[in-house]
Nanobody, 115 residues
Framework: QVQLVESGGGLVEAGGSLRLSCTAS????????MGWYRQAPGTQRDLVAS???????TYGESVKGRFTISRDNAGNRVYLQMNDLKPQDTAVYLC?????????WGQGTQVTVSS
C-alpha cells in the first residue's frame, strides 16, 4: 500500500500563489504517476496536473500556464506550484498515486481563493 500526506493548502487572495506538497510512503513502484485532483462541492473530481516517474506532465486546461507540477529525484514527493490563483480554483485538492491498477488518494487539503 501507498500512503499520501498533503500539505500547503490555505486561504489566499485572487492573484496570489500557493505551493502544495504531497509525500508518498510505503511500497512505491518504480513506474508510477503522481498528481493532483480537485473537487469543489457538488462537482466531479477533476485532474489538475500529473507527472510520471519518467517526468512526463499533464495539466488540466483551466490551469495551464498558471500551475506547475514537479517531483523530487527520490520520486516520492510531488509539488504543485499554483500562481495567479482565481476564485474558481477554490476546492479540496487531493494527491493521487497510480501504478498499474493500483490507486491511492490522500486526505485532501483545502484551497480557498477570495475575490
Amino acid at each position: 500500500q501507498v500512503q499520501l500526506v498533503e500539505s500547503g493548502g490555505g486561504l489566499v487572495e485572487a492573484g496570489g500563489s500557493l505551493r502544495l506538497s504531497c509525500t508518498a510512503s510505503g511500497f512505491i513502484s518504480g513506474n508510477n504517476v503522481m498528481g493532483w485532483y480537485r473537487q469543489a462541492p457538488g462537482t466531479q473530481r477533476d485532474l489538475v496536473a500529473s507527472v510520471s516517474s519518467g517526468g512526463s506532465t499533464t495539466y488540466g486546461e483551466s490551469v495551464k500556464g498558471r500551475f506547475t507540477i514537479s517531483r523530487d529525484n527520490a520520486g516520492n514527493r510531488v509539488y504543485l506550484q499554483m500562481n495567479d490563483l482565481k476564485p474558481q480554483d477554490t476546492a479540496v485538492y487531493l494527491c493521487n498515486y497510480q501504478a498499474r491498477l493500483y490507486r491511492s488518494w490522500g486526505q485532501g487539503t483545502q484551497v480557498t481563493v477570495s475575490s
